[in-house]
């Protein structure tokens, strides 16, 4: 069993810096994505774990293990790439066991692995086929089982669910998930979609241009996202944000005033404000929000501009002035056109953030323990 | 469903098309052979003889022994093959590393490929000098060494490209499943470009069995490839022309037989790149 520990790791790609004094802890048996838009450095970091890319500085560890200067196959990973990288000029068969054959295991015991791989994994009726022969679906399924056939101490995943079809996804994830806890091996899992990684993580590592923008549980992500960028990046429907400044209200109670709107501050985050000045931003998910037909107290002034059905749930589109506000509702409202609304953000829903710095303004119950 | 009469009167157009062009590039075949087979009196006989009157094997007789045919033979497919052999294994390292790392930039390869623009008239002579400086006129090593320059930079242009449209990630998924960098090489880059490897194999030898320039130049009677034989025969009034059309069908059958075995190969290769 094996946890990874990045040090100091520093990459570039010809000018282009991509990772400057970056450091990682995977934990051990933990299933951790790592989240991010293309050329945030999410899979340039899992080349680098594998020896795929040569490091500039800094060191990697696996268990005790300093593998920095490893040849990939010393580094004992299995690891899945995006496009699947299955050898096509050989069958499933030999797919399976290429890496045993390389590592020169007896013949019996290649046999006895193949077989259980291939029944671990479903796909023992295809054995013979080439893999041209065979759909996408179950190239994935062999280029997991060519991973686990090695019983590796740590997986790495390129993309193993972006290549598949929407309906096959969903199943997928619930595999993966399955296979690393039966496994119960250390998973690091690349992707670009957030649900993937809200779904099968343990932990989320969210990465932009080659900087840890936070890591911690999906559930710490998606109700306490450290900036902006996470705010953004998690979450199936965007967030709302509004700016706003600081001001006094009745009675002294701080408040946040925005163009048709005035919300309520929290004390520990108006205290903090002193030094901080500024813009902030205020953000709300669309699933967080009443709609009310007249103004009170935290309600936000828009125009209804159409309504997305969804099935179980209806996308109401609001304007506000230049900017563009959704919620999420069970059901459909039915709001003409053009009608005025007011948005109530359910208060504990609410995340503030520094405009300049894009960082989340602490709040009662922050714990930085997961947020780095 | 029922061809309609244009359909079917355009397919026949397009067979009658399709013969008409094989006819006329295989009629000097035809006749070579025919010719191979004909008693010395036929051979220019007028009108023409499209059948000879009796099937004369003595021109492959007198071309393989008078004529050195037989040694031109030997001598052919060992300088073919030598010089096919050795541009294979130059060129497939070159080409792999040209096309996976990178080797040289772009300025290496084309420097590589520039060779083949070079009229061969323009280093005849300074060729001619330098075997001779090495005491290597007349000789295998010298043929050999001389194709291979110039099959070298072709097989490179080929397969560069070839190596560089495989996915380099079934290389490096075989790196991390235990391969060094050669086994990686030998189990996954070169069985998956070998269609282009067979192409480019079977071009050079076509290329060295074929040429002639340099062998008139640098050989005398050690070393003397078929195609130097034939014009020896076309010497004096008595021109042979049922040994030249024997040694010439002598010429022909390797070629067109390591074609037709190679044949699934070749429509692969030929399309230079687009596995997957």
């Known amino acids: 069993m094996a946890e990874v520990r990045l040090r100091g790791i520093r990459k570039s790609y010809g000018p282009v810096q991509v990772f400057d004094n970056f450091a990682l802890d995977i934990r051990d048996g933990e299933l951790l994505c790592l989240l991010g838009p293309s050329g945030s450095g999410k899979s340039t970091l899992i080349r680098l774990i594998a020896g795929l890319e040569p490091l500039e500085a800094g060191s990697i560890f696996i268990g005790p293990r300093d593998v920095t200067a490893l040849e990939p196959r010393h580094r004992h990973i299995g690891m899945t790439f995006q496009g699947y990288a299955l050898y096509p000029h050989l069958s499933v068969r030999r797919n399976l066991s290429y890496p045993l054959q390389v590592r020169k295991i007896a013949d019996a015991e290649i046999a006895r692995r193949v077989t259980s791989t291939a029944a671990q994994l479903g796909i023992g009726h295809l054995l013979d086929r080439r893999i041209r022969q065979i759909s996408g679906g179950e190239q994935q399924r062999v280029a997991i089982g060519r991973a686990i056939i090695q019983e590796p101490e740590l997986y790495l995943l390129d993309e193993p669910i972006s290549n598949l079809d929407a309906s096959l996804r969903e199943s997928v994830r619930g595999e993966l998930r399955r296979l690393q806890q039966t496994l119960g091996a250390t998973m690091v899992m690349v992707t670009h979609d957030q649900m993937d990684a809200l779904a099968v993580a343990d932990r989320i590592a969210v990465l932009q241009q080659g900087k840890l923008q936070q890591i911690g549980t999906p559930r710490d992500l998606y109700r306490r996202p450290a900036n902006l960028f996470v705010a953004r990046f998690i979450g199936r429907l965007r967030m709302n944000f509004l700016s706003g400044r600081v001001a006094e209200g009745e009675g002294g109670a701080p408040m946040l005033h925005g163009d048709g709107f005035s919300l309520a501050l929290p004390v520990e985050i108006a205290r903090r404000l002193d030094s901080a000045r500024g813009e902030i931003v205020v953000g709300f998910r669309p699933e967080a929000v009443e709609i009310l037909p007249t103004q009170v107290a935290g309600a936000i002034s828009v125009v209804a501009a159409g309504e997305l059905f969804h099935g179980e749930q209806t996308i109401e589109l609001f304007d506000r002035g230049e900017e563009q506000v959704q919620a999420m509702l069970a059901v459909p409202l039915g709001l003409k056109r053009g009608s005025s609304a007011w948005l109530r953000p359910a208060p504990d829903a609410l995340h503030f953030f520094d405009r300049e710095t894009g960082e989340r303004l602490a709040d009662k119950d922050a714990t930085r323990e997961e947020t780095r | ?276």
């Open chain 2, 1 to 276: 469903m029922i061809p309609t009469f244009g359909a079917s009167f355009r397919r026949g157009l397009r067979a009658f098309a399709a013969f008409l062009v094989l006819f006329v590039f295989l009629c000097p075949v035809l006749w070579m052979l025919i010719t191979a087979i004909k008693p010395p009196g036929e051979w220019l006989n007028s009108p023409p003889i499209f059948w000879p009157s009796n099937i004369d094997l003595g021109n492959f007789t007198e071309a393989l022994g008078r004529w050195g045919g037989f040694k031109g033979l030997v001598d052919s497919l060992a300088v073919a093959s030598g010089a096919t052999l050795l541009s294979l294994v130059v060129g497939v390292f070159a080409a792999y590393s040209l096309g996976r790392f990178r080797t040289g930039g772009e300025t290496l390869s084309f420097s590589i490929l520039s060779v083949l623009f070079m009229p061969p008239v323009a280093v005849a002579v300074p060729m001619y000098l330098f075997w001779r400086a090495f005491g290597l006129l007349d000789s295998f090593t010298a043929l050999i060494l001389q194709y291979t320059v110039f099959n070298v930079p072709f097989i490179c242009w080929v397969l560069k490209s070839f190596f560089e449209d495989i996915d380099p990630t079934m290389e490096e998924s075989a790196l991390v499943n235990g391969a060094t960098r050669w086994r990686a090489f030998v189990d996954i880059a070169v069985p998956l470009a070998r269609p282009a490897i067979v192409a480019v194999a079977l071009l050079s030898f076509i290329f060295s069995w074929n040429e002639f320039f340099f062998a008139v130049i640098l050989t005398r009677a050690r070393v003397t490839t078929l195609p130097v034989i034939l014009p020896t025969l076309m010497e004096g009034h008595d021109i042979r022309w049922g040994s030249i059309a024997a040694i010439a069908t002598i010429a022909a059958l390797p070629v067109i037989a390591l074609t037709f075995a190679l044949q699934r190969y070749l429509v692969r290769g030929l399309s230079f790149g687009a596995i997957r």
